[in-house]
């Protein structure tokens, strides 16, 4: 199991689809790619400044 963090919207909403739909999914977070079943999608931060801690199972 991974915990990686993004500030990139666009990543978190891909990682956010293939949880939702159980999907395998490979993202590229932090400059590392990760394959994998994501597990949680946590938002954190108020206005401007939002990030998101992805939870992956890699296989």
């Known amino acids: 199991m991974q915990t990686i963090e993004t500030t990139d919207p ?3 909403r891909r990682a956010r689809y293939a949880q939702y739909r159980g ?4 993202l590229t977070l932090m400059g ?7 597990r ?3 938002e954190h931060g108020d206005g ?3 990030r998101w801690i992805v939870t992956v199972f890699a296989s």
């Not at 999907?23 to 490979?26: E, I, K, S, V």
């Not at 590392?32 to 994501?38: A, D, F, I």
Request: glycine share 4%.
């Open 10 to 12: 666009i990543e978190a």
């Open 23 to 26: 999907q395998t999914a490979t």
């Open 32 to 38: 590392s790619t990760v394959t994998g079943m994501v």
């Open 40 to 42: 949680s999608v946590n």
């Open 48 to 50: 401007s400044l939002k």
